[in-house]
């Protein structure tokens, strides 16, 4: 008794202390998820800031060394280059020239490859007065015409020259900047030109916040390109603006030059998104700080009556699957839980039912399918072996009539008792045979067949007809009395994953498909059948989907040396048996 007395006393508070107890822990979890948040957004500004300022740098030091090359290479084209002292020798109407010209073109066309076709080159001839591109350019011709105009002026004035000697620098043509870089050599020029907008489009592409932005500065600060953002003339006191509570700032710009260039690049990154991400989840905290309050009211009352009946009849729920049966629930004091349970037991009931009978229904559809196929392929060949009979007859080929008589009726006694979704592949093979044999008395010497038939694969089971349906397309398309035609059957086993293949393909050497037909049948569109063409391909390849249920594979291809190839990838599927 003592024991038992020791066991069940023990300290009670009240509901307020539990309360209070959870307010307490809920405005410390508060507290910690706000500095977490604040360390967590300025870590990861820092971290994305350094990231781009790396990616500039790198694309900086890129250009830089394009830069160099590009100017390197144009000095010393002018200072030692033949071809230079060819064209300066030379008329632009004499041969010489004009091969000179053209080998310098072949040049900077290889050096303008290397830079993605974005530098544009030019070479000026003062003494013969020879302006023209050296390279492939992809200047319009106002800009063209407007960057003649001012290569020839600013080589007459040495002033205005020595802005552009051999240094990077920004020009301005048709109301749009370029950089260019002029390289003299004695009365020689040789001019690189690029598009600021090129220059800097990788730069563009990086994610710099919703308004941040990247543009080309000249020496003065003015912009050289046209990024189209409302924010190139951001004052330097509204980028260093406070964020949120002092700690973050909204904007971080940096300027980076170009070496040996009169401009350098301006970099806007915008965090605008992290501020907000905090600011919404601080209002989501603080909503769910007010909700934890009025739910602390009303937790003791509902936790009796709702939650935990609530709670089992939730588990009851997570119980039930196609298997099993629902749980019994007693409820004394709910009786809607009650109802609940019993309805939620006959929508089961009924959705296994419904489940059943569209499963029924879907086999039923699909043997219906296949049947009707089965009957739309058998009187097509029918009709066609009756024509065949008919032209021998009309040759008065008697010997080959009987020999074709015996041979098609061999080939309607298979035809006819074999009902089965699938057959041997031996049985199908002897059966291609003959329908050629039978072909073979029409045509005479008009073609030739051969058909190879791989170890291991002479039990394995295919749909009927499937051959026959191809290799009657080859021979009413390929076979014609000009040329004699081969066709091929070759049959090979293939082991992937495990799995059984049958790889059949059907070749020939006639025209092959024409183009239109090869593109509806790689796309999987339907092929017109208003003349009744091509009724059988497109019944086979319906009758390959339902039967492997989109297993089977079926390519249709021309082959290089001349004719239609079919190659038909069909899995063994369990349980079907011949």
Not at 399 to 413: G, L
Request: glycine fraction near 4%.
């Amino acid at each position: 008794m003592r024991a038992m007395k020791k066991q069940t006393t023990g300290k009670s508070y009240p509901i307020r202390h539990y309360v209070k107890v959870m307010l307490f822990i809920l405005f410390s979890v508060l507290v910690v998820d706000c500095f977490i948040s604040f360390v967590a957004i300025s870590m990861v500004k820092q971290q994305t800031t350094r990231y781009l300022q790396d990616t500039a740098n790198m694309y900086i030091n890129r250009i830089n060394l394009d830069f160099s090359n590009i100017n390197r290479y144009m000095g010393w084209t002018l200072a030692n280059d033949e071809i230079v002292k060819t064209l300066n020798q030379h008329y632009p109407s004499d041969n010489e020239f004009l091969k000179a010209n053209s080998e310098l073109y072949k040049r900077f066309s290889e050096l303008q490859k290397n830079y993605e076709n974005d530098y544009n080159f030019f070479i000026y001839l003062k003494d013969q007065q020879y302006f023209l591109n050296s390279a492939p350019t992809n200047l319009i011709y106002p800009d063209y015409l407007e960057l003649k105009k001012q290569i020839l002026f600013n080589v007459q004035d040495e002033s205005t020259l020595e802005k552009y000697y051999s240094k990077w620098s920004p020009i301005l043509l048709n109301d749009k900047y370029f950089i260019i870089n002029i390289v003299p050599y004695y009365e020689s020029y040789l001019i690189c030109l690029i598009s600021t907008d090129n220059l800097i489009s990788p730069l563009q592409q990086m994610d710099l916040g919703g308004d941040g932005f990247v543009s080309l500065i000249d020496h003065n600060g003015g912009v050289l390109d046209h990024p189209g953002s409302a924010n190139d003339n951001i004052s330097q006191s509204d980028e260093e603006k406070a964020s949120f509570l002092g700690l973050f700032q909204t904007r971080t710009t940096f300027s980076e030059p170009f070496a040996n260039a009169a401009f350098g690049v301006k970099i806007l990154i915008k965090f605008g998104a992290f501020e907000k991400i905090m600011i919404a989840q601080l209002l989501i905290m603080l909503l769910a700080a007010i909700v934890a309050c009025a739910l602390c009211g009303i937790m003791v009352y509902f936790n009796i009556l709702i939650l935990r009946p609530l709670k089992n009849f939730s588990y009851s729920l997570t119980q039930f699957n196609e298997d099993s049966k629902p749980l019994d629930l007693k409820m004394n004091k709910i009786v809607e839980l009650e109802y609940a349970n019993k309805l939620f037991k006959n929508l089961l009931e009924q959705i296994r039912i419904f489940k059943i009978d569209m499963y029924e229904n879907e086999l039923e559809k699909q043997k219906i399918q296949l049947d009707y196929m089965k009957l739309q392929i058998k009187p097509h060949f029918f009709l066609n072996c009756l024509t065949n009979i008919h032209s021998m007859a009309q040759m008065h080929m008697f010997v080959e009539i009987e020999s074709m008589a015996i041979s098609t009726s061999n080939y309607f006694r298979y035809l006819f008792q074999n009902g089965q979704d699938f057959v041997k592949l031996g049985d199908e093979l002897d059966h291609v045979r003959i329908y050629l044999e039978i072909q073979k008395h029409r045509y005479r010497d008009a073609f030739t067949y051969h058909i190879n038939q791989g170890d291991g694969t002479k039990q394995m089971t295919i749909p009927p007809l499937v051959l026959q349906t191809f290799i009657e397309n080859a021979v009413k398309y390929a076979v014609s009395r000009v040329n004699e035609v081969q066709i091929r059957l070759e049959v090979e086993l293939e082991i992937e994953e495990g799995e059984e293949i049958a790889v059949i393909r059907i070749s020939d050497t006639g025209p092959g498909f024409d183009q239109e037909t090869l593109h509806r049948l790689d796309s999987g569109q339907p092929l017109d059948q208003t003349e009744g063409n091509h009724i059988g391909i497109m019944n086979t390849v319906q009758r390959l989907v339902y039967l492997y249920r989109g297993k089977a594979d079926i390519q249709f291809t021309n082959v290089e040396a001349g004719g239609a190839c079919v190659t038909l990838s069909l899995p063994q599927l369990k349980g079907a048996k011949p």
